[in-house]
């Protein structure tokens, strides 16, 4: 019993020691992760000082600075594996993670994809920062891009994260990606309204809107028979960004309304046509009606 007591003893005098000869180097392996953290701060605002020097285009100022972080972090973690296991040569730490990539790939497969989908968006930037998108079912404006996710906030003022790979490989609609946008707005009026006049009429109230662009000009076409009016469509063109384009809606209806009462054109309601007939001269619903009629047979 002495004999297995003596070497317990041993082990764990043999693994204190070990630990007391390790323990320099994980504290020294720890101080290099935790000044990565301010070399990898420095570092971003000196890149960042010459990417807004002599590039001009933001989402590749956002790819450039994201991939200074991760190699910047990826260097530190590196290193501090190197001096916390001295007999680990960096050189087996990079053979150990090629051997592992591919358990790795499987792993993070999602990861890696949303990554190479990130870096794609920044450098084809079919949309920038600050664009009107919508995809899928959520629209609103691009606060970032990651080289992980697309973060849009809502008219609602609430922020949506989309996976990257998702925001790729789906239609993605960019509203403020020219200067103006055409609103197209249906109205009707009474089938006893002289349609050249009232096309006219709109027109001319069209263009006294403030907020609508004179270069396209707007357009009233008519575009059909309704059940209870004549179909005008009214086109206009405004500045792209949705708050220019709610607003001016808001002033048109109001400019076509008021326009239509000067003129005295009528908006109608749904129209049903009721029509009564001389009950003294068709009788044929009557007792007597139907027994004529039986005798002349």
Not at 159 to 176: E, G, H, R, W, Y
Not at 266 to 291: C, E, K, L
């Amino acid at each position: 019993m002495s004999e297995v007591l003596k070497t317990v003893n041993a082990s764990l005098l043999k693994l204190v020691g070990q630990g007391v000869e390790v323990l320099p180097a994980l504290v020294i392996a720890g101080l290099i992760l935790v000044m990565t953290r301010f070399v990898e701060r420095a570092v971003r605002r000196l890149v960042r000082a010459t990417v807004d020097r002599f590039i001009h285009n933001l989402s590749l100022q956002l790819l450039f600075l994201q991939l200074t972080s991760v190699a910047v972090w990826a260097g530190g973690i590196l290193l501090a594996c190197a001096i916390a296991f001295p007999d680990l040569g960096l050189g087996d730490i990079i053979a150990l993670l090629g051997l592992s990539s591919v358990a790795i790939g499987f792993a993070f497969q999602d990861i890696f994809k949303n990554f190479l989908a990130g870096v794609l968006l920044l450098l084809n930037e079919p949309f920038k920062v600050r664009d009107q998108i919508v995809v899928g079912d959520y629209e609103g404006t691009v606060e970032s891009i990651s080289i992980r996710a697309t973060e849009i906030r809502t008219y609602q003022n609430e922020l949506v994260v989309i996976p990257n790979a998702m925001v790729f490989t789906s239609p993605v609609q960019v509203l403020t990606n020219y200067p103006a946008r055409r609103t197209d707005l249906g109205i009707g009026l009474d089938y006893n309204t002289p349609l050249p006049e009232a096309r006219q009429t709109l027109l001319r109230a069209l263009t006294q809107v403030e907020g609508v662009l004179a270069d396209p000009a707007p357009e009233v076409d008519l575009v059909g028979f309704g059940d209870s009016s004549i179909d005008f469509m009214v086109r206009y063109w405004t500045a792209s960004p949705i708050a220019q384009v709610r607003r001016t809606k808001s002033h048109v209806v109001m400019a076509l309304k008021q326009a239509c009462d000067q003129a005295d054109f009528s908006i109608p309601y749904p129209i049903r046509s009721v029509y009564f007939f001389d009950q003294d001269r068709y009788t044929d619903h009557t007792p007597n009606a139907i027994g004529q009629s039986a005798t002349s047979n």
